[in-house]
């Protein structure tokens, strides 16, 4: 199955056949208070950085989140996402819990997008899938319900199917265009958690087919030698079905180990891509 998105001149398909899609999540303040605080005086200037460094790393995609408290979600998001465009044509996540500002950013953004995210819940679906049909865009679901994530892969998958029976059944969503987050918890809170995830990974793979992402850096929150956590588990979670995720891009440990996966995969022909890096490696390091 292949969920497609576009920018005003780039598409980019994930898929279980194709390269792994690497989502930049640094556009967004939640943890950077210096960021946040710029953003809050109306100073976008780090926006540009932030492109720069994540387009030069790699990135296939960039989410663009502005959930900071005192400010106008929706005009900044707008404001943003007109911005992010002006200086990168890869595609792009509307990244809001606010409807509100999910509909502003969708209304300035040229092309095919890709909403983060909804929930299982009634209400949540049905706030948020008519503005995902009504822009034909694409979204992230997660499969939870009334603020409980359930601790048995069997209950997500149960939720997901959920989901997916109402945004396509009942908002005309196209199945493919429904990308599963299936929730990324900190390992450091509960060793066990990953297995429940990569458990979930497989369940929605082997029963739905459906492309799947999540929050990469979850995994490894509070704990030492992230990068290292980051790089295992990202391996690991492309084998069981995992084919894209939102994660720092600026990490080589954690992109390397991808486009390692990518190529024991079988998602990286002749190997070429993998080839390339390391030739560029070279030739920057004048070897």
């Known amino acids: 199955m292949h969920t497609v998105l576009r920018s005003a001149t780039r598409e980019v398909v994930i898929g279980g056949d194709q390269p792994f899609c690497l989502i930049g999540e640094r556009l967004n303040p939640t ?74 950013g969708l209304a300035v953004y040229r092309g095919k997008a890709l909403v983060n995210s909804v929930t299982g819940e009634r209400e949540r679906l049905d706030a948020i899938l008519p503005i995902v049909a009504r822009h034909g865009a694409a ?40 990308v599963i987050d299936p929730l990324a918890m900190p390992v450091g809170a509960d060793t066990s958690l990953v297995r429940t995830t990569l458990r979930t990974i497989e369940l929605i793979h082997d029963e739905l087919g459906l492309n799947m992402t999540l929050g990469a850096s979850n995994v490894s929150f509070g704990m030492p030698g992230r990068a290292a956590l980051g790089a295992g588990f990202l391996a690991m979670a492309m084998h069981a079905g995992l084919t894209s995720a939102i994660m720092d891009v600026r990490s080589p440990q954690i992109v390397e180990a991808v486009k390692a996966a990518d190529l024991l995969l079988g998602n990286d022909d002749w190997g070429a891509a993998w080839i390339a890096r390391f030739r560029a490696a070279q030739a920057a390091a004048g070897t």
Request: glycine share 6%.
């Open 31 to 104: 943890g950077r208070k210096i960021f946040a605080e710029q953003l809050r005086r109306g100073d976008l200037s780090r926006i540009a950085v932030d492109v720069e460094e994540q387009v030069a790393a790699g990135a296939t995609m960039l989410d663009v989140n502005m959930g900071i408290p005192l400010v106008d979600e929706a005009e900044l998001l707008a404001t943003a996402v007109t911005m992010v465009q002006d200086l990168t044509d890869l595609p792009l996540v509307i990244d809001s819990s606010v409807v509100e500002a999910l509909e502003a």
């Open 139 to 178: 979204v992230i679901a997660l499969p939870n319900e009334e603020d409980e994530i359930p601790d048995e892969p069997e209950r997500r998958l149960e939720i997901t199917r959920k989901i997916v029976d109402i945004a396509v059944g009942e908002y005309g969503i196209p199945v493919e265009d429904i």
